[in-house]
């Protein structure tokens, strides 16, 4: 299970503390605590998925309806049936990376692979088509001898980037991209606070099942909300010094983390908090263009905005963000 060090983590500490009183030798205590936190830290990557510097990537042959492969277009939903997006490679450091996992893993095709880079506003306008954000590394190859309006690392060329037909098939593989939150735990008040971007910005729609019980689905597998909170739930807001403390802990995340989902959403008009299912009747930080729109939006759920200092925002359930869970703090307990 993603994230299973979350619950074997009071197991391997009561563990660590009586082999210590039994007179483990200092070396090995440290040695076995830095084992620990390799594997915690190789395990922010979802099962099957690679770590890179900053991010997990997949390198997807997944076709659906195409059997030659997805167009560029394509790919990027598969991807996002993923929980995550096309790769969007924004240094140096990452492309070295990308390029020689590439080199390791495909030896028998001459085709490209798609990556998330797009030139269809303008010539020679690349950008990034999931963030839409315009290019500033690149590494192009030497007369590639191609054209076209989408971006795809060429084997012929090293990896090397060559502009392609976003129509073209081919048998194309796809390196999928879920960033990872390096932010650590913060606790307050007998809460620990996460957040979690691995799997990807997750949706809501899919998170819920809303005419079940929470974190349930009607198969019985585990939802994507179990996998990222898996002690506890999505957050509860509900007092001034939580939300004081929560606006703090998020100004402290990575720039790409603009939006967060909390538990909040909205039933038949009555706003609620998934999991205990209370009213919310007390505490609310509504953003200022969000103070009356709310009270008539049918089925939002409450995201947290950083264009908005981490004020609430009613938005459609459905889109896709990181997600801020709250569990116990175990050090206040008994």
């Known amino acids: 299970m993603i994230f299973n060090h979350y619950l074997h983590l009071e197991d391997f500490l009561y563990l660590l503390v009586s082999l210590r009183r039994r007179g483990m030798p200092s070396f090995l205590h440290l040695f076995i605590c830095a084992f620990f936190a390799a594997s915690v830290a190789q395990q922010k990557c979802a099962p099957g998925w690679t770590s890179g510097p900053d991010s997990c990537y997949f390198l997807m042959d997944k076709h659906g309806a195409f059997t030659d492969g997805p167009s560029h277009f394509f790919s990027q939903g598969f991807c996002q049936d993923e929980y995550s997006h096309l790769a969007e490679i924004t240094s140096k450091e990452e492309n070295d990376f ?18 998330s880079g797009e030139d269809i506003r303008a010539v020679n306008d690349w950008s990034w088509s999931y963030s839409d954000q315009k290019m500033v590394f690149s590494d192009w190859a030497d007369n590639p001898g191609t054209s076209g309006e989408c971006l795809s690392m060429s084997p012929k060329f090293g990896f090397s980037w060559v502009p392609d037909d976003c129509d073209k098939r081919n048998n194309m593989k796809y390196i999928c991209e879920q960033e990872i939150c390096k932010q650590p735990m913060e606790c307050f008040q007998g809460s ?24 349930s689905l009607d198969d019985g597998d585990a ?4 996998i990222f909170c898996p002690q506890g739930s999505l957050a509860q807001i509900e007092s001034k010094e939580e939300n004081e403390f929560i606006m703090k802990f998020l100004s402290k995340s990575e720039d ?4 967060v989902w909390t538990a909040g959403y909205d039933e038949d008009g009555k706003w609620k908090w998934q999991g205990t299912n209370q009213a919310i009747t007390g505490f609310t930080n509504w953003a200022p263009k969000d103070m009356f729109y709310h009270r008539y939006h049918d089925e939002g759920c409450i995201a947290l905005s950083r264009e908005d200092n981490w004020a609430w925002k009613d938005l459609d359930c459905d889109l896709s963000y990181p997600v801020l869970c709250e569990e116990p703090d175990p050090s206040s307990s008994g």
């Not at 390029?99 to 990556?115: C, F, M, P, Q, R």
């Not at 790409?256 to 939006?259: A, G, R």
Request: proline fraction near 2%; include cysteine.
């Open 223 to 226: 939802s994507p909300a179990q």
């Open 98 to 115: 990308l390029k020689s996992w590439l080199t390791a893993a495909i030896n028998d095709s001459t085709e490209g692979v798609w990556v």
């Open 192 to 215: 620990c606070y996460t957040l979690h971007c691995s799997l990807h910005k997750a949706k809501l729609t899919e998170m819920y099942n809303w005419d079940d019980d929470f974190f």
């Open 256 to 259: 790409f983390v603009q939006t």
